[in-house]
């Protein structure tokens, strides 16, 4: 079967590095994902097998959805992040883990109050600047981290901080957003 032949030695089981033909680290060239993600989905889509039957396409259309899986979690930096965490045996548990360094707590209650406070486009541009580079820092000690050190419980609080510095960052765009459409309707 040509499908076989096409994703031979590497199985659905495989972690998405394997199945990408990557090195299992952080730091990753984004258009070689994004390049490889393509070959694979070429190579692998059900209509390619329709010729040889049911069960070929069954299997093709299961390589489809585990290449769109583990393309999700290699392009974006936080996934990224948790899955090579979770790899080397040390889980983020987001959502049964929800404790933050004091420091950390106090820099997301600043930035709340700096949301709600802010009255113009020109303090919504601060404050989104100041957590994108607060992203850049985290997104920099997560690969310090983990390519580097092989941290992994170190990388999961990095990776915690960073969730909820994207939550926030969200936030702000939002905010900018409205602000945005509240200017256009004056």
Known sequence: MRLRRVVSGVNLQ????????????????RAAIDA???DLQREAHPDK???QGA????????????INEAYQRLKDPLKRAAYLCELNAAPVNAENNTA??????MQQMDWREALDAASSLADLDDLDLQVKQAVRNVLHKCEQLLDQQQDYQQAVQQVRALMFIERFERDVQARLDQMDITEQGQ
């Not at 495989?14 to 060239?29: I, N």
């Not at 069960?55 to 585990?66: D, K, T």
Request: aromatic share 18%.
């Open 55 to 66: 069960a070929a396409q069954r299997l093709a259309m299961q390589w489809s959805v585990r």
């Open 14 to 29: 495989s972690d998405d590095f394997e199945l990408f033909g990557l090195t299992p680290q952080f730091a990753q060239d």
């Open 100 to 105: 933050m360094p004091a420091e950390f707590l």
């Open 49 to 51: 097998f329709a010729a």
């Open 36 to 38: 490889r993600w393509k």
